[in-house]
């Protein structure tokens, strides 16, 4: 999702979105992206720093507590910040949607038909990372609650079994991630072919000019 303003942008790019009449204004347009791309960048930043400095607070807050509890507190933490996490996440998802559909809604060369079919892609796209996140956090929770409740593992074991299993879903976080890459690369040089099939050739746009010319000293 690092780069999701930008892919939307480039879809738009693709599809013939941007009208602009010179390289210096195209190049504006480019540049209005690219700041938009940075500042959602920035507000990921910021909040992951809060997200840590929560985890610090509760470390010191909880490290004279009996290891149930403290684990018990982690745990409600763990759960609030996921619950911070998913709503920032669906903020940014809606800027970007909007940001598209503001786009779309001034571009004269695209049906109907390919607007829609943008619009369900990246809204597709999101909701199946957002459903793989919401699994992978389930999972990482119930992991906890049974090494928790698990008497026959030492405090080592315990510790080892949660490296072990975030571990595991690092990887699987890469590999759909990876997916989901090569599902929008596949989708852009679609939308890149398709733009050119559609594209007038040159003589083709001579030739209407010229009946245009034509129609005019007739009348």
Do not use: W
Request: hydrophobic share 30%.
């Amino acid at each position: 999702m690092k780069k999701g303003i930008l892919m939307v942008a480039a879809a738009v790019l693709i599809a013939g979105g941007i009208q602009a009449q010179d390289a210096g204004e195209r190049e504006g347009k480019r540049a209005q992206m690219q700041e938009r791309h940075q500042q959602q960048q920035q507000r990921r930043q910021e909040h992951r720093q809060q997200m840590r400095e929560k985890m610090k607070a509760l470390r010191e807050q909880t490290k004279e507590m009996p290891e149930d509890e403290r684990r018990q507190a982690r745990m409600n933490l763990m759960e609030e910040l996921y619950s911070e996490r998913s709503a920032s996440l669906e903020s940014l998802h809606n800027e970007k949607m909007q940001f598209l559909q503001e786009r779309l809604a001034n571009n004269q060369r695209m049906s109907d038909a390919h607007k829609s079919e943008l619009i369900n892609f990246f809204t597709q796209q999101y909701r199946a990372a957002t459903d793989f996140r919401d699994e992978c956090h389930a999972e990482a929770v119930e992991h906890l609650r049974q090494i928790a409740a698990d008497e026959n593992l030492t405090q080592e074991q315990r510790k080892q079994s949660v490296a072990e299993h975030r571990q595991a879903s690092q990887e699987s976080f890469r590999n759909h991630a990876q997916q989901r890459r090569e599902a929008r690369q596949s989708f852009m040089e679609r939308m890149r072919e398709e733009a050119k099939a559609n594209k007038p050739a040159r003589g083709e746009k001579g030739e209407k000019r010229g009946k245009r010319a034509q129609r005019g000293t007739e009348e």
